[in-house]
Nanobody
Framework: QVQLVESGGGLVQAGDSLRLSCAAS????????MGWFRQAPGKEREFVAT????????YYADSVKGRFTISRDNAKNTLYLQMSSLKPEDTAKYYC??????????????????WGQGTQVTVSS
C-alpha cells in the first residue's frame, strides 16, 4: 500500500554536502521507525542511521556519526538524511526503510519491512 521514494542523490566531490529525501506515498503513512541504509556494488547492505518516527530518537553508524543527520517531517511524511563532509567511501546506493519493530536501533536491515528503490550517491576524490 504505502511506497517509499528516495530522491536527492547525485555526483559530488569529497567534502561536499548532500541531502537525501524519502517520501511516503499512498495511504496515510504510519511507522514506528524509519532508517537509511546503503549498499555499494559487491558489498552487503549496511546501516547508516535510524529514527523513531514520533519520539525522534536517533541512532547512527560509527562511520557517519558527526557527519550525517537523520530527521523527519511528520506532516509531510518525509524522511531526510543530511550528509556533510562526504568521502569517497560514502559512495553507494542509499535506501530508506520503514518498520514497526522496537528493535530499530540495532541497525539490522531485517527489522524493517518496507523499502524504497534507492538513490545513487557518488563522491569523487
Amino acid at each position: 500500500q504505502v511506497q517509499l521514494v528516495e530522491s536527492g542523490g547525485g555526483l559530488v566531490q569529497a567534502g561536499d554536502s548532500l541531502r537525501l529525501s524519502c517520501a511516503a506515498s499512498g495511504r496515510t503513512f504510519r511507522a514506528y521507525a524509519m532508517g537509511w541504509f546503503r549498499q555499494a556494488p559487491g558489498k552487503e547492505r549496511e546501516f547508516v542511521a535510524t529514527i523513531r518516527w514520533i519520539a525522534g530518537n536517533t541512532y547512527y553508524a560509527d562511520s557517519v556519526k558527526g557527519r550525517f543527520t537523520i530527521s523527519r517531517d511528520n506532516a509531510k511524511n518525509t524522511l531526510y538524511l543530511q550528509m556533510s563532509s562526504l568521502k569517497p567511501e560514502d559512495t553507494a546506493k542509499y535506501y530508506c526503510a520503514a518498520g514497526n519493530s522496537m528493535l530499530y536501533y540495532t541497525g539490522r536491515p531485517s527489522v524493517f519491512n518496507l523499502w524504497g528503490q534507492g538513490t545513487q550517491v557518488t563522491v569523487s576524490s
